[in-house]
């Protein structure tokens, strides 16, 4: 498949797209991880989620 004279430029535009989605994913994962983490310090502290299954069942 030839693209031409501007493989380089197509070629090098998709690099940096799945570039930029990895570290997207990276990073929502590793604030994932971080955020479940102060989740369960603060519950461990006695703090309870405002939104429980408690308020959401009241009708």
Known sequence: ?????????????YLVVLVVVVLLIAW???DYRRQK??????????MSRRSGSSTMNKT
């Open 37 to 46: 983490q102060r989740l369960s310090e603060l519950e461990s502290k006695g």
């Open 28 to 30: 929502i994962i590793i």
């Open 1 to 13: 498949m030839s693209l031409g004279p501007y493989t380089t430029f197509i070629v090098t535009s």
